[in-house]
């Protein structure tokens, strides 16, 4: 059987190898999926503006990135592809993307604790058990040097802090 990817390379010019296709295709597919969840990220900060019910959907979407993160098969791809301009430029406009949607998901969280729509003892059990998850995740330990740092930003009335 033939590789889809074969028909598409056929340019008799074209010096690459099979693998070198296979591989060549897959960082594109690898690209597609990092400007895909930038998109994402992008449209449901916007809905989240618009409806606080897609809040929830913004952190469904923020939780995947982080195992999309993690996963083996893209730290491989990201260990083969990671030099590319164009991988870098979408993994750093991600990263962006999503610093600013987990800063509004918090503001969020923090306002319904404020107003009693959320407990705020579940908002600080939600948020220490992400803490320990990431923690273990990334084999932070009590000997572990870690730097915290605070972001200021003004928001759209001015007073938004992340």
Not at 2 to 18: G, I, Q, Y
Not at 31 to 60: A, D, H, P, V, W
Not at 144 to 155: A, D, E, P, Q
Request: aromatic residues 12%; contains cysteine; hydrophobic residues 30%.
């Amino acid at each position: 059987m033939r590789n889809k990817c074969e028909n598409k390379f056929s340019n008799p010019c074209c010096d690459f190898t099979l693998a070198s296709k296979q591989s060549h295709g897959a960082k594109y597919e690898f690209l597609l999926s990092l400007k895909t969840l930038q998109y994402e990220i992008n449209e449901l900060m916007l809905y989240s503006k618009e409806c606080g019910e897609c809040f929830e959907l913004l952190r469904n979407k923020l939780d995947y990135i982080c195992k999309f993160m993690v996963c083996d098969e893209n730290v491989k791809k990201w260990e083969l592809w990671g030099k590319y301009s164009e991988i870098k430029e979408y993994c750093e406009k991600l990263r962006d993307t999503s610093v600013k949607a987990l800063c509004d998901v918090e503001k969020y969280q923090c306002i319904c604790a404020c107003n009693h729509n959320l407990d705020a003892s579940n908002y600080m059990e939600l948020l220490s058990n992400s803490v320990k998850c990431e923690s273990e995740t990334l084999c932070i330990s009590s000997q572990s040097k870690v730097l915290f740092y605070w972001i200021r930003s003004i928001s759209h009335n001015g007073n938004g802090y992340c």
